[in-house]
C-alpha cells in the first residue's frame, strides 16, 4: 500500500514511528500529490479545508483528513462543492492522541466497507469508530477538561502542577490536564474549543479566559 502522508512538522513528528514497515511511506510537499498514492493522509485539513477542491473527483484515492475542528462534509459544502463518491474518512491527527495505538476515525460518507481491506493495513493496532462531528470524541472530553482546570487555576483553586497530581491519583488518567496540554499544543486546544463552542453555543466549551490569554501571549499564565 503506497501512502502519502502532508504534515506540518509537529505533525509529521507525531505519526507512529516504525510505521514504514507497515506500507510504503512518503511524505508529500502539497494536496495536489494525493492522486499518486492508494491512501492519502492530510494531518492539517482542519486548518486548510480549502484543499478539498483538490481531493473531489478523487474515487481512486483513500483520503483520511484531520478533521477535529472541521468536518469533511462542511468542507464541501462550503466550498459549493457536491460529494461525488469520494473515499473520504476524518481522523484525530492532533499531537498527543496521534501517537495512540488506536486511531479515531469518522466514516461522513458511509465508506467504511468498500475500504475495510486498506484501511486495516494502516499502522495503528485499532480503528476507533466515531461519529462525523466537530470536537469528535477524545479531543472534546479531554479538551473540556483542560478548559476546567484553567478555571480552577484562575480562580486561585490550585496550582496546575497540584492539579496534574490530582487528576493522575483520582481518575487514574495517564496525564493531568496540564500535561495534556503541553502535549497537544495550547493552539490546538484553543481552536478546538473555539470551534465546538461555535458548532454547540454550550457553556462547557466557552474559553477559560486565562487559557485564551496563553494562547494569544503564547506564555504561560
Known amino acids: 500500500m503506497n501512502i502519502g502522508i ?6 509529521r513528528n507525531a505519526w ?16 495536489q500529490d494525493a492522486a499518486h498514492f492508494d491512501v492519502f493522509i492530510d494531518l492539517n485539513f482542519d486548518a486548510h479545508p480549502e484543499r478539498i477542491r483538490n481531493y473531489a473527483g478523487n474515487t481512486k484515492t483513500i483520503f483520511l483528513l484531520s478533521a477535529v475542528n472541521y468536518t469533511p462534509e462542511a468542507a464541501f459544502f462550503h466550498a459549493g462543492i457536491p460529494f461525488s463518491g469520494e473515499k473520504i474518512f ?9 501517537e495512540r495505538n488506536t486511531l479515531e476515525i469518522s466514516d461522513p460518507f458511509g465508506k467504511k466497507d468498500e475500504t475495510d481491506d486498506l484501511l486495516n493495513k494502516l499502522p495503528f493496532s485499532s ?8 470536537g469528535m470524541v477524545t479531543p472534546r472530553i479531554v479538551f473540556m477538561i483542560i478548559n476546567e482546570a484553567y478555571y480552577t487555576m484562575q480562580e486561585g483553586t490550585a ?18 490536564p496540564f ?21 454547540t453555543k454550550e457553556e462547557r466549551y466557552k474559553i477559560c479566559p486565562a487559557l485564551k490569554t496563553e494562547y494569544l501571549t503564547g506564555g504561560v499564565c
Not at 502532508?6 to 505533525?11: E, F, H, I
Not at 496550582?159 to 495517564?174: C, E, K, N, S
Not at 497537544?184 to 478546538?192: D, K, L, P, Q, S
Request: aromatic share 8%.
Open 90 to 98: 476524518g481522523i484525530n491527527a492532533i499531537p498527543g492522541f496521534l
Open 6 to 11: 502532508l504534515a506540518s512538522t509537529d505533525r
Open 159 to 176: 496550582a496546575a502542577p497540584d492539579i496534574d497530581t490530582a487528576m493522575r491519583l483520582g481518575t487514574a488518567y495517564p496525564h493531568g
Open 16 to 31: 507512529p514511528s516504525g510505521s514504514e514497515a507497515h506500507s510504503q511511506i512518503s511524505w508529500a510537499q502539497n494536496s
Open 179 to 199: 500535561e495534556w496540554k503541553a502535549k497537544c499544543g495550547i493552539a490546538n486546544v484553543y481552536r478546538t474549543l473555539e470551534a465546538m463552542y461555535e458548532d
Open 127 to 134: 480503528l476507533e469508530w466515531v461519529k462525523s462531528r466537530v
